[in-house]
């Protein structure tokens, strides 16, 4: 068994698409309109046949009080590998990505937590080793 995909939601499907593509640099894998809504895919550029996020609306009533009290707590909703967390931090930082955590080695593990501009924390870990 293997995780085929998992949800962010989000509270604009478009933007989110623009920030997930243009900022974070996955790329578009699937998009079928549902309605108002769609079945709207990324994945990572490096493994396209890998893991799908699906930018998934947030439009079910349990969404804002979970993602609300994460974002208030500093929990991030997802967490994403990169080979070099500080020079991510500055790539992003530089595009205008708003960080609520810095760079901060944690004994194995470096991370820092961005703000994705569609409701979530968003945590970008690279192994230490």
């Not at 309109?33 to 769609?38: D, I, M, V």
């Not at 993602?67 to 500080?86: H, K, M, N, Y």
């Not at 992003?92 to 004994?107: C, D, I, S, W």
Request: aromatic letters at 8%; a negative charge.
């Amino acid at each position: 068994m293997k995780i085929y995909v998992t949800s962010v939601f989000v509270d604009d499907q478009e933007k989110a698409l623009r920030f997930y593509t243009g900022v974070l640099g996955f790329v578009k894998k699937t998009e079928i309109p549902l309605g108002e809504a769609s079945w709207l895919t990324v994945v990572s550029p490096a493994d396209p046949d890998g893991t799908e996020l699906l930018l998934e609306p947030a439009g079910h009533p349990a969404v804002k009080p979970y993602r609300t009290a994460l974002v208030e707590d500093g929990i991030p909703l997802a967490s994403f590998a990169v080979d070099d967390v500080r020079a991510e931090y500055e790539r992003l930082r530089g595009l205008g990505v708003e960080f609520t955590q810095e760079p901060l080695e944690m004994g194995p593990v470096t991370t820092a937590v961005l703000d994705d501009t569609c409701g979530n924390l968003i945590q970008i870990v690279q192994t230490n080793g």
